[in-house]
C-alpha cells in the first residue's frame, strides 16, 4: 500500500520520461522486471495534471 501511495504522489507532482538513448529489456522472472530503465523527472504544471481540462469562468 505503501507503494501506491508514494507512486500517486510522484505522478501527481512529476511526469516522468525516459532518459534519451535509455532501451528497456524485460527480464524473465516470476513476473517481468524492466532493466536500463532511467527516468527524467519534470515537474509539472502548478495546478494542472495531465489529461485535465481546464475551463474559463464567466462572471
Known amino acids: 500500500?505503501?507503494?501506491?501511495?508514494?507512486?500517486?504522489c510522484v505522478a501527481r507532482r512529476f511526469r516522468l520520461e525516459l532518459a534519451p538513448g535509455c532501451v528497456v529489456r524485460p527480464r524473465p522472472a516470476l513476473a517481468l522486471?524492466?532493466?536500463?530503465?532511467r527516468l527524467i523527472p519534470r515537474h509539472r504544471a502548478h495546478g494542472t495534471q495531465e489529461g485535465e481540462v481546464r475551463h474559463a469562468t464567466g462572471a
Open 1 to 8: 500500500m505503501e507503494t501506491v501511495l508514494i507512486t500517486a
Open 33 to 37: 522486471q524492466p532493466l536500463g530503465v
